[in-house]
């Protein structure tokens, strides 16, 4: 059996942020997320993920995978050794939590590696520009013989840039026995798992040639360095297939987003979540999509749409804003400062300016007038709003749910709507006018 331990009980003292950093966002996904979706795509059979810091965080991350618990922080060796216990016969791939962009090649490079050569620990190195915190790797005349930590290098042995990624593979008995063994006589005074290599005989280092997929993120600033890195990617990726994105080095694309070519996406852009959008659409600009759906030859500019869906040809914006489990039909046009709250709009329908639609069900070719309400909150519930076709609801009128507006009625504007109105009716809902002759002029004298 091929098992995998992910190390990711560890504070992340050096984030200097509330969350523990394996939970941490890179471009608004965990880094946890992408190192167990690479997992998944790899040989490993089975994976084991290390929790401790605040591991609450983590439990709507971790399907599939078996959890062993440190309580205590005393090091990475000591984390590995909690989960031991998990581990039956057979060869483990242990990860850093903190390294999310390790792909499922590298993992099965590595573990391919380890069992092609007949070792008992492969250890996966890399050659860094600059090795600041990195375990550095010791030779001596061509063979490995260990691991030294930043902390515990020389002067001389801080020079060396061959480093330790932090992917190890290791026969699971031999494993077993080697963590027992590990000190924790270092400054640090933690169990390091890098120790092991002390107490293993047959071992070898692999040298892993993408090194930016290795980077552990320790800090906030590497953090940045690699959502830069990857931002780039993913946006690369998206114009060779088709995508024309507008002053991409502005533009913030999240690594599950997918997106049909011939569209645009225009400067100042975040789309992430899982994001689809279809054909010829224009996204932006100073837009931001999460988790939405936008069909074909639509439009979103300047507006926000979480969780919520934009059928063909609609367009959204300049300044909207659709949330949860919104539909905006095909053609249907939505314009300034509307914000649509868990509503479904039919198709041609239109919502020009100034308008709020929450808890509410929208028919075919309504007319929403500038101002149009629907007054779904009653200080303790939310009620429904019901609209049919061919509806034209005149301006600033407040529809007080739970109300229905049958096929083909008329709102006069102005009106503040209770009661239900039939189909075809015109329902006018405000005071009688009078105009008293000269009032205005007397008063001024
Ligand atoms: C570690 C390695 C270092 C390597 C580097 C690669 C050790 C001692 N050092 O250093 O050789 O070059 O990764 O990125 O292993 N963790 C726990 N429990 C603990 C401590 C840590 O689960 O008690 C977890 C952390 O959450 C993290 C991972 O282990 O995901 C690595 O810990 P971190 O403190 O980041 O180690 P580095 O100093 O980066
Ligand atoms: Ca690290």
Same mark, same amino acid.
């Given at each position: 059996m091929i098992y995998s331990i992910v190390l990711a009980a560890g504070k992340g003292t050096?984030?200097?942020?509330?969350?523990?950093?394996?939970a941490f966002p890179l471009l608004k996904k965990p880094m946890i997320s992408y190192i167990l979706e690479s997992l998944k795509g790899s040989m490993v059979e089975k994976?084991?993920?290390?929790?401790?810091?605040?591991?609450?965080?983590?439990s709507d991350l971790l399907d599939d995978c078996l959890i062993a618990y440190q309580n205590e922080q005393l090091g990475t060796a000591h984390a590995v050794k909690m989960g031991l216990e998990l581990l039956n016969e057979g060869i483990t791939i242990i990860l850093p939590g903190d390294a999310p962009l390790i792909s499922s090649e590298i993992?099965?490079?590595?573990?391919?590696?380890?069992?092609e050569n007949k070792n008992e620990l492969t250890v996966g190195a890399m050659v860094v520009n600059n090795p600041f915190g990195y375990g550095?790797?010791?030779?001596?005349?061509?063979?490995?013989?260990?691991?030294?930590?930043?902390?515990? @290098?020389?002067?001389?042995?801080?020079?060396?840039?061959?480093?330790?990624s932090g992917l190890m593979v290791v026969n699971n008995d031999v494993l077993k026995k080697a963590i027992s063994q590990v000190k924790n006589d270092n400054s640090k005074h933690e169990y390091y798992l890098t120790d092991i290599v002390y107490y293993i005989e047959r071992k070898g280092i692999?040298?892993?040639?993408?090194?930016?997929?290795?980077?552990g993120v320790n800090d906030l600033y590497t953090l940045s360095c690699l959502e830069e890195f990857l931002r780039d990617s993913i946006n690369r990726k998206h114009m060779y297939n088709g995508v024309n994105i507008i002053n991409q080095s502005s533009v913030i694309?999240?690594?599950?987003v997918k997106i049909g070519k011939g569209t645009v996406i225009m400067p100042n852009t975040v789309i992430t979540g899982n994001t689809e959008i279809g054909e010829n659409s224009i996204i932006g600009p100073s837009s931001e999509l999460h988790n939405a759906v936008i069909m074909n030859n639509a439009t979103v500019k300047h507006s926000v749409v979480y969780d919520s869906k934009v059928c063909d040809n609609a367009t959204v914006g300049p300044f909207a804003h659709l949330r949860m489990n919104t539909i905006v039909g095909e053609n249907d046009r939505i314009g300034?400062?509307?914000?649509?709250?868990?509503?479904?709009?039919?198709?041609?329908?239109? @919502? @020009?300016?100034?308008?709020?639609m929450g808890d509410s069900i929208i028919g075919s070719h309504v007319n929403m007038g500038c101002g149009v309400i629907t007054v779904n909150y009653d200080g303790k519930n939310k009620n429904k709003t019901i609209i049919g076709d061919n509806v034209f609801v005149g301006c600033n009128s407040n529809l007080?749910?739970?109300?229905?507006?049958?096929?083909?009625?008329?709102?006069? @504007?102005?009106?503040?709507?209770?009661?239900?109105?039939?189909n075809d009716a015109l329902a006018i809902a405000r005071s009688n006018q009078t105009n008293k002759e000269d009032y205005a002029k007397k008063y001024k004298k």
């Open positions: 050096r984030m200097k942020t509330e969350l523990p950093k394996c994976n084991i993920v290390i929790l401790g810091h605040k591991k609450e965080y983590f993992i099965d490079g590595l573990i391919n590696e380890h069992i550095r790797i010791i030779m001596k005349d061509d063979s490995f013989v260990g691991i030294v930590e930043e902390k515990e @290098a020389t002067e001389e042995q801080k020079q060396i840039n061959v480093c330790n692999s040298l892993i040639k993408n090194v930016e997929l290795l980077t694309i999240g690594p599950d300034n400062f509307v914000e649509i709250k868990k509503s479904t709009l039919g198709s041609n329908t239109n @919502a @020009a300016h100034l308008t709020y007080i749910a739970p109300v229905e507006i049958g096929d083909g009625a008329y709102i006069a @504007a102005g009106s503040t709507i209770t009661k239900d109105v039939p």
